[in-house]
């Protein structure tokens, strides 16, 4: 698949059949989680592979919109670690930008995912900290599902030119 036509045609995936993702695929997710862009080039995230299911369904208790977690593989929860970050508050955009690399790689490589956002959700945040024993310092951004899609979706017109200025408003 070509890059541009990778980011023109994924969708935000929520079901899944039950096959099984190889470590190689949880790999290549991650590794292109680590390839974001982030400020000062300091890398202030962590990421969460969750594939036990009583913690995928656990999780799908506590976050509204998680239900897919119930068919999902795997989640992947991106966290960003103040402690690494020399830009106060920019973890929020680093991760944000691991979290889009890696919802890319998993179409890139034929699996399903969806984001589901946790911050600025502090009640979101705090039932994921807890679930997973998150230390203080290190802050949920998102929760990304994945596994092989079970539904196909069209690929919807979302260029606007009428959103576009050039120099000034």
Same mark, same amino acid.
């Given at each position: =698949?070509?890059?541009?036509d990778?980011?023109?045609?994924?969708?935000? &995936?929520?079901?899944?059949t039950?096959?099984?993702?190889?470590q190689?695929? &949880?790999?290549?997710?991650?590794?292109?989680? =680590?390839? %974001?862009p982030? *400020?000062?080039n300091?890398?202030?995230w962590?990421f969460?592979?969750v594939s036990?299911?009583?913690?995928?369904? %656990?999780?799908?208790?506590?976050?509204?919109?998680?239900?897919m977690?119930?068919?999902?593989q795997?989640?992947?929860?991106?966290?960003?670690d103040?402690k690494l970050?020399?830009s106060?508050g920019?973890?929020?955009?680093?991760?944000? *930008?691991?979290?889009?690399?890696?919802l890319?790689? %998993?179409?890139?490589?034929?699996?399903? %995912?969806?984001?589901?956002g946790?911050?600025?959700?502090e009640?979101?945040?705090?039932?994921?900290?807890?679930? &997973?024993k998150?230390?203080?310092?290190?802050q949920?951004?998102?929760? &990304?599902?994945?596994?092989?899609?079970?539904?196909e979706?069209d690929?919807?017109?979302?260029?606007?030119?009428?959103r576009i200025?050039?120099?000034?408003?």
């Open positions: =698949m070509e890059l541009i990778g980011i023109f045609t994924r969708r935000s &995936i929520r079901r899944y039950n096959k099984e993702l190889s190689n695929q &949880i790999d290549t997710l991650l590794k292109a989680g =680590m390839y %974001a982030s *400020a000062r300091q890398q202030p962590h969460i592979v036990k299911r009583e913690l995928l369904n %656990a999780i799908s208790e506590v976050h509204p919109y998680a239900q977690l119930k068919e999902a795997l989640a992947i929860i991106v966290c960003g103040e970050e020399l106060k920019y973890w929020v955009v680093d991760c944000s *930008a691991a979290t889009q690399n890696i890319l790689a %998993a179409h890139g490589i034929g699996l399903g %995912a969806v984001w589901l946790l911050h600025p959700r009640e979101r945040k705090k039932d994921i900290k807890n679930l &997973i998150l230390p203080d310092h290190v949920p951004l998102s929760l &990304i599902s994945v596994g092989y899609p079970n539904e979706k690929d919807p017109q979302r260029f606007k030119p009428e200025h050039y120099n000034t408003w």
